[in-house]
């Protein structure tokens, strides 16, 4: 599924079963919400705090789908293409350290 195709589903999705979007800053602080699930889990499970066993069902990547589930909400209602955005990002990146991590001494 391309970006494009996620933003539409999730917009079909809304329209369908949801009432209407939140407003965006409601979403923002879910977004926020749901990073900080992910990071729960992240520091537990890949971290250094010991998993508390009520975490140790929790699917990762489940977690990872409601951080970029309310992030395509956000850009549906910004009018954000995320395809254009992340070909654009993907360039800058490139343009900006293609030589930036070959010679840091810290990731040898």
């Known amino acids: 599924m391309s970006l494009q195709e996620a933003q539409q589903r999730v ?3 809304i329209n369908v079963y949801g009432q209407r979007y939140f407003n965006e800053l409601t979403n923002m602080a879910i977004l926020t919400e749901e990073v900080g699930e992910l990071a729960r889990i992240m520091a ?3 971290g250094e705090q010991s998993e508390k066993e009520s975490d140790k ?8 789908a409601d951080v970029l589930w309310v992030l ?3 850009a549906n209602q910004t009018g954000i293409d995320l ?3 992340f070909e654009k990002n993907m360039t800058k990146k490139t343009l900006r350290d293609k ?6 001494p ?3």
């Open 106 to 108: 810290k990731l040898k």
């Open 57 to 64: 069902e929790k699917d990762l990547g489940d977690e990872m």
């Open 11 to 13: 917009d079909q999705w």
């Open 83 to 85: 395809t254009q955005a």
């Open 44 to 46: 537990r499970r890949y």
């Open 99 to 104: 030589d930036r991590h070959h010679q840091n």
């Open 72 to 74: 395509i909400c956000l």
